[in-house]
């Protein structure tokens, strides 16, 4: 069964700036590997629970208290840009 | 090439007197210096602080002061395991010249062991691939025939410990990442259950089936490394905090009296007439000791391949959206932040991370999910169904760990799907969260080295190790690759 992909729509939702020739190329692998992975479409989904964790552990908290984090320096100097202690990014929008 | 110590030996070694850590670790050295130019098993070596971390072992040991079993031992670590202030890629452009402000808990545990760090090795980028050729900065190849993959995504790792440039090495398995390499380069890999090594400062692929795990010359050193490792973190939300099992416990017990399984799915079609031959011989073996064989059908192994390869890219799409060029890591151009953000995104990922994450996105997408990832997920649910019923008839599942031996460089690249059945005999175990180990049984007739997988139900790392140990035993395997070291 053939899959359909609008590959525009979803390299946008990946945040991906993909040319044309290449969306195109991802395109068709896709398809390939959606139609092998469409075989899951053959279980009998009724009397199975979605499931994750094999222990059966859900949420673990902590006390809410406050423990010391990074240094605000250490993980500042990792990043490309950055000024008076804070990330510098491009505006979020475009115009002037 | 002369052999290199287990963990074991090179232990005995050290409290005998008859070598240090420092003269350990430059022996490790020097073979990575001897095999580097062949293999390519690391990204960074970092000799002056690993000498460092030697010369304190032995200072320590000279004091009275033993830290356990991997107190002075050369080991290496995957590299997307985060190491402070020492270089972490993950194998991607898009995390050149990182440098983490904090260890991950595994490294913690073995600093606090006593561990040698020699170095961060080599893998597919993200841990995402069956053969290390993924990775940015080159692929790793087999010292057995370097012509050939030496598995993936824990490549780097596997080979480092066949050739002997790191006594022990950790690794993370997501759909195979450990077994498989260990497999195809004739050293033992085994992923824990899930939940029960830490994933802090692990990068993460799949957070619902990442797992990290040892990879040793030997069973009994992956016994051991595993205790050092394992444990319960506060910092990892999905961290196992009740009784954790004794894996040394049955190593010397035998196998006489248990129930053996044998997965009916895992054989036929698609596997080497070799590796069918040197599994059923095992299994004759271990029949031969006092084994109860059963034949036992998985029927929803059929359809695990399909599951993985939608939740495992569905993972990876949602936790690589933090790889966006504002915090850390490579930045493009943009003039706006959702532009710069793309535009990183597309310089900084390599072709099989970008397929993944399209992957994922699209069965994540509004209209797809129920049909795709909803799907999935009750598969996995299936697979645990599954294991639960053999379970109650037998106490180890056993397979192949995968149904080739090392296939050439380049075999595979051109197609994914062919590439994804490198895992078929992997992915059910971390669908299921379920501990497994790869141990070497033999060579084709080709001199490749064939892996057989030892699978148990959640906690059950005695009773693996145990039947592990056993097959070990019989397999008489010697770990010698035909790799000519070059003097450097």
């Given at each position: 069964?053939?899959?359909?992909?609008?590959i525009?729509?979803?390299?946008?939702?990946a945040?991906?700036d993909?040319?044309?020739?290449e969306l195109?190329?991802?395109?068709?692998q896709?398809?390939?590997?959606?139609?092998h992975?469409a075989?899951?479409q053959s279980?009998?989904?009724e009397?199975?629970?979605?499931?994750?964790?094999?222990?059966?552990?859900?949420?673990?908290f902590?006390?809410?208290?406050?423990?010391p984090?990074?240094?605000?320096?250490?993980?500042?100097a990792a990043?490309?840009e950055?000024a008076?202690?804070?990330?510098?990014?491009p505006?979020?929008?475009e115009?002037? | 090439?002369?052999?290199m110590?287990s963990?074991?030996?090179?232990?005995?070694?050290?409290r005998?007197?008859?070598?240090?850590?420092?003269r350990?670790?430059?022996?490790?050295?020097q073979?990575?210096?001897?095999?580097?130019a062949?293999?390519?098993a690391?990204?960074?070596?970092d000799?002056e602080?690993a000498?460092?971390?030697a010369?304190r072992?032995?200072a320590?040991?000279?004091d009275?002061?033993?830290?356990g079993p991997?107190?002075?031992?050369?080991i290496?670590?995957?590299?997307n395991?985060?190491?402070?202030?020492?270089?972490?890629?993950?194998?991607?452009?898009i995390?050149?010249?990182?440098?983490?402000?904090?260890?991950a808990?595994?490294?913690?545990?073995l600093?606090?062991g006593?561990a040698?760090?020699?170095?961060?090795?080599?893998?597919?980028?993200?841990?995402?691939g069956?053969s290390?050729?993924?990775?940015?900065?080159?692929?790793?190849?087999?010292?057995?025939?370097?012509?050939?993959?030496?598995?993936g995504?824990?490549?780097?790792?596997?080979?480092?410990?066949?050739?002997?440039?790191s006594v022990?090495?950790?690794g993370s398995?997501?759909?195979?990442?450990?077994r498989?390499?260990?497999?195809?380069?004739?050293?033992?890999?085994?992923k824990?259950?899930?939940?029960?090594?830490?994933r802090?400062?692990?990068?993460?692929?799949?957070?619902?089936?990442d797992?990290?795990?040892?990879l040793?010359?030997?069973?009994?050193?992956?016994?051991?490394t595993l205790?050092?490792?394992?444990?319960?973190?506060?910092l990892?939300?999905?961290s196992?905090?009740g009784?954790y099992p004794?894996?040394?416990a049955?190593l010397?017990?035998?196998?006489?009296?248990?129930r053996v399984?044998?997965v009916k799915?895992?054989?036929?079609?698609?596997y080497e007439?070799?590796?069918?031959?040197a599994?059923g011989?095992?299994?004759?073996?271990?029949?031969?000791?006092?084994?109860?064989v059963?034949?036992?059908s998985?029927?929803?192994?059929?359809?695990?391949?399909?599951a993985y390869?939608l939740?495992?890219?569905?993972?990876c799409s949602?936790?690589?959206?933090?790889f966006?060029?504002i915090?850390?890591g490579?930045?493009?151009?943009?003039s706006?932040?959702?532009?710069?953000?793309?535009?990183?995104?597309a310089?900084?990922f390599?072709p099989?991370?970008?397929r993944?994450?399209?992957?994922?996105?699209y069965?994540?997408?509004a209209?797809?999910?129920?049909?795709?990832?909803g799907?999935?997920?009750?598969?996995r649910?299936?697979?645990?169904?599954?294991?639960?019923?053999?379970?109650?008839?037998?106490?180890?599942?056993?397979?192949p760990?995968?149904?080739t031996?090392?296939?050439?460089?380049?075999?595979?690249?051109?197609n994914?799907?062919?590439m994804?059945?490198?895992?078929?005999?992997?992915?059910?175990?971390?669908?299921?969260?379920h501990?497994?180990?790869?141990?070497?049984?033999?060579l084709?007739?080709?001199?490749?080295?064939?892996?057989f997988q030892v699978?148990?139900?959640?906690?059950?790392?005695?009773?693996?190790?145990?039947v592990?140990?056993?097959?070990?035993r019989?397999?008489?395997?010697e770990?010698?690759p035909?790799?000519q070291?070059?003097?450097?």
């Amino acid at each position: 069964m053939p899959v359909e992909i609008d590959i525009e729509h979803v390299a946008r939702l990946a945040r991906l700036d993909l040319s044309a020739e290449e969306l195109e190329g991802y395109k068709d692998q896709l398809g390939l590997i959606l139609e092998h992975a469409a075989r899951v479409q053959s279980l009998d989904a009724e009397p199975h629970a979605e499931n994750a964790h094999p222990l059966g552990l859900f949420n673990s908290f902590r006390d809410d208290v406050v423990l010391p984090s990074l240094d605000r320096d250490e993980v500042l100097a990792a990043a490309p840009e950055t000024a008076e202690g804070y990330f510098v990014v491009p505006p979020a929008m475009e115009g002037e | 090439m002369s052999p290199m110590p287990s963990v074991v030996e090179a232990g005995r070694w050290l409290r005998d007197g008859e070598t240090t850590a420092v003269r350990l670790l430059e022996g490790a050295l020097q073979r990575a210096a001897n095999c580097e130019a062949q293999i390519h098993a690391f990204l960074t070596i970092d000799r002056e602080r690993a000498l460092e971390t030697a010369a304190r072992a032995d200072a320590d040991l000279a004091d009275g002061i033993d830290r356990g079993p991997l107190h002075g031992i050369p080991i290496a670590l995957k590299d997307n395991m985060c190491t402070r202030g020492v270089e972490t890629t993950a194998a991607s452009q898009i995390l050149a010249g990182y440098r983490p402000p904090y260890d991950a808990t595994v490294v913690s545990r073995l600093g606090e062991g006593g561990a040698v760090v020699v170095g961060k090795t080599n893998l597919d980028e993200f841990a995402m691939g069956s053969s290390t050729e993924n990775s940015a900065y080159g692929p790793t190849f087999n010292p057995w025939d370097i012509t050939r993959v030496p598995g993936g995504s824990s490549g780097g790792s596997a080979a480092a410990v066949a050739v002997g440039s790191s006594v022990a090495a950790l690794g993370s398995d997501t759909g195979g990442s450990i077994r498989q390499p260990a497999a195809l380069c004739g050293v033992v890999g085994m992923k824990p259950t899930y939940g029960t090594v830490s994933r802090y400062g692990l990068i993460a692929f799949a957070s619902s089936l990442d797992q990290i795990g040892p990879l040793t010359r030997t069973v009994e050193d992956s016994a051991l490394t595993l205790e050092v490792i394992w444990g319960h973190d506060p910092l990892d939300a999905t961290s196992y905090s009740g009784d954790y099992p004794d894996p040394k416990a049955g190593l010397d017990r035998g196998v006489a009296g248990l129930r053996v399984g044998v997965v009916k799915e895992l054989s036929g079609e698609g596997y080497e007439p070799a590796v069918e031959s040197a599994m059923g011989e095992m299994v004759s073996r271990l029949e031969g000791a006092g084994v109860e064989v059963v034949e036992v059908s998985l029927p929803s192994f059929e359809i695990a391949l399909s599951a993985y390869y939608l939740i495992a890219p569905a993972e990876c799409s949602a936790n690589l959206a933090r790889f966006d060029g504002i915090r850390y890591g490579h930045r493009g151009q943009g003039s706006t932040t959702e532009g710069l953000m793309s535009r990183t995104r597309a310089e900084g990922f390599g072709p099989e991370v970008t397929r993944r994450i399209l992957l994922g996105t699209y069965a994540l997408s509004a209209g797809y999910y129920e049909a795709f990832y909803g799907q999935a997920q009750r598969v996995r649910a299936a697979i645990q169904e599954d294991f639960t019923r053999a379970y109650q008839q037998v106490d180890v599942l056993v397979s192949p760990t995968s149904p080739t031996v090392a296939f050439a460089a380049g075999e595979r690249t051109a197609n994914p799907l062919a590439m994804y059945l490198s895992d078929i005999c992997t992915i059910p175990s971390n669908l299921a969260g379920h501990p497994a180990i790869s141990v070497p049984v033999g060579l084709d007739s080709q001199g490749l080295p064939i892996g057989f997988q030892v699978m148990a139900p959640p906690l059950g790392e005695e009773v693996m190790y145990q039947v592990a140990a056993e097959v070990e035993r019989f397999a008489g395997f010697e770990l010698a690759p035909t790799l000519q070291e070059v003097a450097s």
